[in-house]
């Protein structure tokens, strides 16, 4: 049995899983503000001068988000 993780940061591409895992773990509808595109864009990609690159992380576990982490500079 393979129990390994996998982080990596979030890509845009990676958005719609991220939306239904966050949703699900919330407990909450597709109309949630948190979830919106323009938001998650801003919250965890929109560049900043004091940080580099995205600030949302993936933690994959058996081929499926397991746990989602961000930065907050």
Known sequence: ???????????SK?????TEFLLKVFKMDHDAPFVRP???????FEPRP???GPRSYLLYGQ????AH????P
């Open 14 to 18: 990676d958005l719609p899983q991220l």
């Open 63 to 66: 081929e499926q988000i397991s």
């Open 38 to 44: 323009e938001m998650m864009q801003w919250k965890y």
């Open 1 to 11: 049995m393979n129990m390994a993780s996998n982080l990596v940061r979030t890509t």
């Open 50 to 52: 004091d940080w580099n």
């Open 69 to 72: 982490g961000c930065v907050v």
